[in-house]
């Protein structure tokens, strides 16, 4: 798998030393463009999507926060790395969910553990979950599924683009999905990637822009649900 980056930075220099250091990283793994201009790359996404992004923080005109939350109204849950001079705009960066934050100058040591958890949190390696319905297959990757609703021999397939629906056994579908996905309730596996908050019976998770979905948690999954989620998050972050 490709990974579709977008690097965003004003200076030349710098978005050409990021785009190296990645190809050296990698060079099969990327697929890098590079913007100028962060009106250019909002202009852009329009009708494009990436998977990961590197955004400079300071623009003339847009901040690198305001470019994040634009992201974020089509897409809740790409990575979004950071790269600035000033620690003072880390608050904010990470209020827009940031994956990371890397002070410049941008080298080997600060970008590739970012670049690691990034593509570990992609879940390059994880296959699709593949099901039918109605005859007709179907393939998803695990990244995009929000969570699983069981409704009798139902399992509702939740994503931010709509939801699906096949025929399974709650037994049958946790032996097919990943170790990104914890049962909460009788009901409800979720992903962690997509989990926004967590409280002592319900679970918020971010559906598509500012929506979010509330999933109930039931006292016999809480104390296992509540050790994975903050095991994982801790992997993520």
Same mark, same amino acid.
């Given at each position: 798998m490709v990974i579709r980056v977008a690097i965003c930075d004003d200076v030349p220099d710098l978005a050409k030393t990021i785009e190296d250091l990645?190809?050296?990283y990698d060079s099969s793994l990327f697929e890098i463009d590079i913007f100028y201009s962060p009106f250019r790359l909002i202009e852009y996404l329009e009708a494009h999507t990436y998977d990961l992004f590197v955004l400079d923080i300071e623009f003339p005109d847009l901040s690198g926060i305001e470019i994040a939350e634009t992201i974020r109204r089509h897409n809740t849950s790409c990575p979004i790395i950071f790269i600035t001079s000033f620690k003072e705009y880390m608050e904010k960066a990470f209020k827009v969910n940031t994956f990371d934050y890397i002070l410049k100058p941008v080298t080997k040591a600060s970008l590739y553990p970012a670049l690691d958890r990034a593509i570990k949190y992609l879940d390059l390696d994880s296959s699709k979950f593949m099901f039918t319905f109605n005859k007709v297959f179907y393939s998803l990757s695990f990244s995009e599924i929000i969570y699983f609703e069981k409704n009798k021999r139902s399992v509702l397939i939740h994503t931010p683009s709509? /939801?699906?629906e096949t025929i399974l056994p709650t037994k049958?579908?946790?032996?097919?999905?990943?170790?990104?996905?914890?049962q909460v309730h009788t009901s409800y596996i979720v992903n962690i990637?997509?989990?926004?908050?967590?409280?002592?019976?319900?679970?918020?998770?971010?559906?598509?822009?500012?929506? /979010?979905?509330?999933?109930?948690?039931?006292r016999k999954y809480i104390d296992h649900a509540?050790?994975?989620?903050?095991?994982?998050?801790r992997d993520f972050i």
């Open positions: 990645m190809l050296d709509g /939801t699906y049958t579908l946790l032996s097919k999905i990943n170790e990104h996905f914890v990637r997509h989990v926004k908050q967590i409280s002592h019976n319900t679970i918020i998770a971010r559906l598509s822009g500012k929506d /979010t979905v509330e999933i109930p948690i039931s509540r050790t994975q989620i903050l095991m994982k998050l």
